[in-house]
């Protein structure tokens, strides 16, 4: 009887064995029955993960300044680095997904706010700062400063050093005049509030391509203009597509992202 039983065990044994080995197939590799998510930068239409910018130096060269007791006018940085500044312009498109790319990415972009602009939207620009955007002015009503009395230029400035100061806590060290443009005056009214560099662009940010104002391609230290702007005005493009878009070009021209407050 026994022996009998042994023989009836082994007669199992294959049809188990079959369904243990149907079972291991049907299993996703990894032993887990969901498949895992994209990597971060092939979700944001990357090829390859972003490089990391180098570290930060200890003493970042020091723009010129425009005169005595005068900030410097900067639209790059002197730097062997192989890093270029992204910087965001205004405040109208209020998109919670460039928040997830500005996370999962890392991406280090400056923000140069408007307060007119912006209006009611600062918690979306706190959601930005969370996830390690910086904060910077763009003046309260994106006024063209050239030109206007300094009492008018400083009213600008200083005021929207007061409303980021009250939303964010901090007063911010750079400063960007509406349109690029600017005189002596917006210069000593920006030192006046506080404003140790002013900011302008080598490259902007257009819905298909980069517009260079010097040259053809992006070089080490140059500062990227970009908006924040919607489908309404990008034809439909999104603000993640377009900057996925100038991510590759950085990449393909051997250039990461670093954050221009390390250097300024």
């Known amino acids: 009887m026994a022996a009998l039983a042994a023989l009836a065990a082994l007669a199992v044994l294959p049809v188990a064995g079959c369904a243990t080995e149907r079972a291991e197939r049907a299993r996703p590799a990894g032993g887990t029955d969901r498949a895992l998510p994209p990597a971060p930068h092939r979700r944001w239409g990357l ?3 972003l490089a990391p910018a180098p570290r930060a130096p200890d003493r970042p060269p020091a723009p010129r300044g425009a005169g005595p007791g005068l900030p410097p006018v900067v639209d790059r940085v002197p730097t062997r680095d192989k890093v270029v500044f992204l910087t965001y312009d205004d405040g109208a498109e209020k998109d919670p997904r460039f928040v997830d790319m500005v996370r999962e990415l890392r991406l280090p972009v400056s923000m140069f706010l408007t307060d ?24 309260l009503d994106h006024t063209a400063l050239r030109g206007l009395p300094y009492a008018g230029q400083r009213a600008e400035i200083c005021g929207q050093q007061d409303k980021l ?4 806590g901090i007063r911010p060290t750079l400063f960007r005049p509406p349109y690029g443009v600017y ?12 404003i140790s560099a002013v900011v302008l662009w080598r490259a902007s940010m257009r819905i298909d391509d980069l517009h260079h104002t010097v040259g053809d391609r992006l070089r080490p230290g140059d500062i990227v203009l970009a908006y924040f702007q919607g489908p309404d005005q990008l034809k439909g493009a999104t603000l993640t597509e377009t900057t996925a878009r100038l991510l ?4 393909e021209q051997g250039l990461t992202v670093g954050r221009l407050e390390d250097y300024l």
Do not use: E, I, M, W
């Open 47 to 49: 090829a390859a993960p």
């Open 116 to 139: 007119s602009v912006v209006g009611p939207g600062y918690g979306h620009f706190a959601r930005l700062r969370a996830v390690g955007a910086t904060v910077q002015n763009h003046t």
């Open 165 to 168: 100061k009250q939303r964010f």
């Open 183 to 194: 005189d002596t005056t917006t210069l000593r009214a920006a030192a006046d509030c506080g």
């Open 248 to 251: 590759r070009r950085v990449q």
